[in-house]
């Protein structure tokens, strides 16, 4: 029987619209907090710029490759973060000679595939969270409060961690890339309401499904694993955001 995972593309929307939030929500904090800290826009833009460094490099390294694997040429290539026209914040960029709109797209599409891809492996091999997961979707609390340990005492657990952050963190298109997708994903949408109409639609589906569960389930687990992880810090740093903003102040009156 051939079936469209629906089961699969709703648990995929439930953990990319919360982990999109949480992550723009954690960026203002982890900024509110070291602007508290230092009292200087620059400094914690700096700050905020080096705590996300690998994530910056691998989606700025993402665009590089993926032009150059595209026979593109590339200009400037830059982590470090500027501000641009509109009070906007752009943490690095590359620059790419002009092209077709669909290299275009695939460009700037590419950090959202490499991070995909490292977070998955890091979630699988560096933090063991499969299982972890499972149980928490499945709503088994006994063996998720078992494994918590087990996972916290994992080898370079906190590295991993930290690397999952801030490359899930990092991942997303950025406003210039999303204006780059646009017309590739207006043309996806176009190609496959055609192949529906002309009846291939079916004959698709059946090759194809098995391999489109697997792919919508591990965007899912990865856009879940970092839904989690962004959960974790978003509590202590809001809290340690609105103390020392509280400190700072009462002791800039007295």
Same mark, same amino acid.
């Given at each position: 029987m051939i079936h469209f995972p629906v089961r699969e593309g709703i648990w995929l929307f439930l953990t990319l619209v919360p982990f999109l939030l949480a992550q723009r929500i954690l960026h203002r904090e982890i900024q509110l907090l070291f602007y508290s800290i230092t009292k200087s826009q620059e400094i914690a833009l700096g700050l905020f710029s080096l705590l996300f460094l690998p994530g910056i490099l691998l989606h700025e390294l993402s665009h590089y490759l993926f032009a150059r694997l595209l026979g593109v040429q590339t200009g400037k290539f830059s982590v470090f973060p500027k501000r641009i026209p509109g009070g906007k914040?752009?943490?690095?960029?590359?620059?790419? +000679?002009?092209?077709? &709109? !669909?290299?275009?797209? @695939?460009?700037?599409?590419?950090?959202?595939?490499?991070?995909?891809?490292?977070?998955?492996?890091?979630?699988?091999?560096?933090?063991?969270?499969?299982?972890?997961?499972?149980?928490?979707?499945?709503?088994?609390?006994?063996?998720?409060?078992?494994?918590?340990?087990?996972?916290?005492? +994992?080898?370079?657990? &906190? !590295?991993?961690?930290? @690397?999952?952050?801030v490359i899930s963190s990092t991942m997303l298109p950025s406003e210039t890339d999303r204006s780059a997708l646009l017309p590739l994903m207006g043309l996806t949408i176009i190609l496959v309401g055609l192949i529906i109409l002309s009846g291939f639609g079916s004959l698709l589906l059946q090759t194809f499904s098995y391999q489109l569960q697997k792919a919508i389930e591990k965007a899912a687990f990865v856009f879940a694993t970092s839904l989690l992880i962004h959960l974790i810090l978003l509590l202590p740093l809001s809290l340690m955001r609105f103390l020392l903003s509280r400190i700072f102040s009462s002791y800039v009156s007295r």
């Open positions: 914040l752009q943490m690095g960029f590359v620059e790419t +000679a002009h092209t077709d &709109w !669909i290299r275009t797209g @695939l460009i700037g599409a590419a950090p959202l595939l490499t991070g995909i891809l490292a977070v998955g492996l890091i979630a699988v091999y560096g933090l063991a969270l499969e299982p972890f997961l499972q149980a928490l979707s499945a709503g088994n609390f006994h063996e998720l409060i078992k494994g918590i340990p087990t996972l916290l005492n +994992a080898p370079d657990f &906190w !590295i991993w961690f930290y @690397l999952a952050f």
